[in-house]
């Protein structure tokens, strides 16, 4: 299994992220899934709104364009 897959023109990411690191940054992989590191705590929803800024930005697409399926 491969951490990325393409769906049409969609790109889906099977990610592992570490809340509350000391910066946001890809980490590499973490077994079959990609790690990413985000400041934010993982209470309220706050890292996952983090994680849609972060692939935003990384991607260079709009933040209404990347949707978490789970988290």
Known sequence: M???RWDGEDLILDC???PKASS???AGLHGDRLKIRLTAPPVEGQANAQLQTFLAKAFGVAKSQVSLESG
């Open 2 to 4: 491969s951490w990325y």
């Open 16 to 18: 592992h992220l570490q």
């Open 24 to 26: 946001d940054a890809f």
